[in-house]
DNA sequence: CAAGAGAACCTGTCCTGTCAAGTTTGGCTA
DNA sequence: TAGCCAAACTTGACAGGACAGGTTCTCTTG
């Protein structure tokens, strides 16, 4: 009966809601284990529907920002998560370095036979030759990540992965935008061992010392490998950390 | 004394179209790549609202079975990934040991003093003394992972934690029974380091061998850490795994 | 024959309502 | 005073509809 406003992308209603509300557990104006409105005062205060109210609340409530019980109301809280997705996969991130947003070296691009490990992975007969691209990852103390990125050949001819230059936007996208290849899952292997010469020369560790191990494949939907990235990291000195909220 | 309407998870509407329509991925009815039947179709089939439908569609792209384009419809993803959050936090599992389930073996339980670190994130002055208790787990291969759980006093009493005898329920669920103790949030540090030497006779590897070390603290909402739990393993003949799906 | 207009689908957003079921509170009763 | 009970809250699950905007296919037109 009524004609809706300008509906922009932008000025989405639940999307206004959701900011509001996240603002005010952010800034205080709801603490930490104190009660939002119900659902019916929200629906009052912004003048939208009851369905639309749910829908910002179910989505602070996978952002893990409150919880809510049937019968009482949604509450605040104790930690912000950061973005739990993102901070529980380590791996994610490597798949689609960016080599130039970070401090990184390339160290190498180039033509290797396969090492046992990285032929298993990616399915390939033993002895096959891929394609590496090498680099280590500064920060203000020095090396702190070595990272080697494995590719088929078939996945190299007709994009910029042979250049020996950085490439200028993520691995994954660039992929898509010249092979239409598209990831669909990623597998992740995060192990401990001890650094092998090379490595440890590249960090500037003993060889020998415990290493942090994270290995990622890509994935397409048909389940093949396409993309093997491997991070060492030094294990005395670096740590991965993940905070995530603890659902009943 | 009074009638528990058991509305049971099954009767609920999307509950059954989801379930219907995950057997139908799993079982290759509709297989991978492939389209979903849009919406409106599902509303006729299963004779509830468009709503419902879409209820059951947000889960099932929750769980990274199917990804929806706007205009086009809901495609069938490539792999089902198993319970991303589970698998993705290997240290939400131990915060809730129930040590009945596994074969795990106590070594310990009892007060000692809190090495640095456990004080460090326990919040607590250097030199407390803190509960621990110790077990072991193997399975057929022998010993592979050490797990210790760190309490602050203040916990023990009142609760069954300080008895040598096996818990019979998790940890988490026994402190909210007793103590009304409810945690938050967790954070979950992995790291490699070389194994002491009273690990490594527990674990049966070579002192000085590369372990895996996921060590996971229990927060409440106010921040505190009320536990600790640290898993090693041998970093050699385990790893951790992760599936994951890929969300452009 | 190729290009463009449009119809026919499709999903996303949002509305008004309805009923069920869990929680809290205050008043009444034994 | 202690305990019960009903009213008044709360969230959860659905229905059925409306419109906007993306995608695809077909049919008409230059």
Redesign the interface.
């Known amino acids: 009966m009524v004609v809706m406003a300008t509906r922009d992308v932008d000025t989405l209603k639940y999307e206004r809601v959701l900011h509001v509300l996240r603002s005010r557990i952010q800034d205080g104006t709801y603490p930490?284990?104190g009660i939002l409105p119900s659902q019916h005062r929200l629906v009052a205060e912004f003048d939208v529907s009851r369905?639309t109210v749910i829908e910002a609340l179910r989505l602070l409530r996978q952002e893990?920002l409150i919880e809510t019980q049937t019968g009482r109301g949604s509450f605040?809280?104790?930690?912000a998560?950061v973005l739990a997705?993102q901070s529980?996969?380590p791996?994610?991130r490597l798949?689609d370095v960016s080599e130039v947003d970070s401090s990184a070296d390339l160290l190498q691009a180039g033509l290797v036979v396969a090492p046992t490990r990285v032929a298993v992975l990616l399915e390939l007969p033993p002895g096959t030759k891929v394609f590496l691209r090498q680099y280590l990852i500064r920060d203000e103390d020095g090396p702190v990540e070595l990272v080697s990125a494995w590719f088929p050949l078939e996945l190299v001819t007709g994009t910029k992965l042979a250049s020996p230059e950085p490439l200028d936007e993520g691995i994954?996208r660039h992929l898509y935008g010249r092979k239409r290849l598209?990831?669909?899952?990623?597998?992740?292997?995060?192990?401990?061992?001890?650094a092998v010469l090379d490595e440890a020369s590249s960090l500037g560790i003993d060889p020998g010392a415990?290493?942090?191990?994270v290995v990622v494949t890509?994935?397409?939907?048909?389940?093949k490998a396409w993309q093997l990235v491997d991070a060492v990291?030094p294990?005395?000195r670096?740590?991965?950390?993940?905070?995530?909220?603890?659902t009943?």
Chains 1, 2 share one sequence.
């Open positions: 930490a284990g369905p893990g605040v809280r104790g930690k998560p997705a529980a996969n791996g994610r798949l994954r598209r990831l669909d899952y990623a597998v992740e292997r995060t192990l401990s061992r001890s415990p290493v942090l191990n890509g994935h397409d939907a048909q389940g990291l294990g005395d670096h740590e991965l950390r993940n905070v995530y909220p603890l009943q």
